[in-house]
């Protein structure tokens, strides 16, 4: 072979190599959300929750933290429960909890509107910790009012996988500043530097870099977390993913996107792979030296 013909097939191969994925077509639009089973649980997993339409059941306090995030960002899908107790000594006063059949059938019917049932005394303790998180907003420099709010976007991404995701608010600059509203659990950064890739913040962050820069162009952006404990007067915390964090988000978030690709053009979901369990280093760690 010429030198001439092995510089042509290096060009050829070269070009093959390049050239972008084809795009997904057909399939559901593959959302942030979706990776934490993908990637911690398993493919067979996600694809029972994506053919029962939808996922697992939100609990109590997983739907007060939706409601402060209305209370914060805009919105009202909440109802101020107005069900009476029919019998005892507190007879034909408001409800405070679900335990009356009264309240339990309101909730129902309110749910099933879509919107989320809250009691009096619940919706002015939540209102007071919406209070605290928008001054700690303004305190950090971020104007509400002119941050994108709840704005969900769809892209395709740069591997051809059609994707879909909703921030809870951006500030538009500069600077794309996208930020997480975290309430319920804690505040607290150093609990924070191991619940983020518990969570999956991390993927989140990464696939909502990538939605700016499809948007935007290369511009630079950061990602926040902003961290909220169900009690109004805890502290909050704004928090900034570092770019150490970031890189492993953009990792995860890519492997997450093959999986997807994989998944469908197979038509295989595996489940979990059978094996022997074996304990981690730091079981095996403590036990020698707990001698």
Not at 152 to 174: K, L, M, Y
Not at 237 to 244: L, N
Request: hydrophobic share 35%; glycine share 6%.
């Amino acid at each position: 072979m010429s030198q001439l013909q092995v510089v042509e097939l290096f060009d050829s191969l070269k070009g093959a190599l390049m050239k972008p994925p084809a795009a997904l077509k057909g399939v559901p639009r593959f959302h942030q959300s979706m990776c934490k089973t993908l990637l911690n649980e398993c493919p067979a997993a996600l694809k029972w929750q994506l053919d029962n339409g939808g996922f697992r059941k939100p609990t109590r306090g997983m739907e007060k933290g939706s409601l402060v995030h209305q209370l914060v960002l805009g919105g009202y899908q909440f109802h101020t429960m107005q069900a009476k107790l029919a019998s005892g000594p507190n007879k034909g006063q408001r409800a405070t909890n679900f335990q009356c059949k009264a309240a339990q059938e309101e909730a129902d019917d309110v749910r099933s509107r879509g919107f989320i049932p809250v009691f009096a005394h619940e919706l002015e303790e939540l209102e007071a910790l919406a209070a605290n998180v928008r001054t700690a907003l303004v305190m950090a420099g971020v104007e509400l009012d002119k941050c994108e709010r709840e704005l969900t976007h769809q892209w395709t991404s740069p591997d051809g996988i059609e994707c879909e995701g909703t921030p809870d608010f951006r500030f538009v600059r500069p600077v794309i500043d996208t930020f997480d509203l975290k309430v319920g659990y804690t505040a607290n950064p150093d609990i924070w530097d191991k619940k983020l890739y518990d969570d999956g913040a991390d993927i989140q962050a990464a696939a909502y870099e990538e939605q700016a820069h499809e948007q935007y162009g290369n511009v630079p952006t950061r990602h926040f977390i902003v961290a909220a404990e169900t009690e109004a007067w805890c502290p909050v915390s704004i928090m900034q993913v570092s770019e150490t964090y970031l890189e492993i988000g953009r990792k995860r978030w890519a492997r997450a996107k093959r999986i997807w690709r994989a998944c469908w053009e197979s038509g295989e979901w595996p489940e979990y792979s059978t094996r022997p369990l074996t304990p981690p280093n730091h079981i095996v760690q403590r036990e020698e030296f707990a001698q």
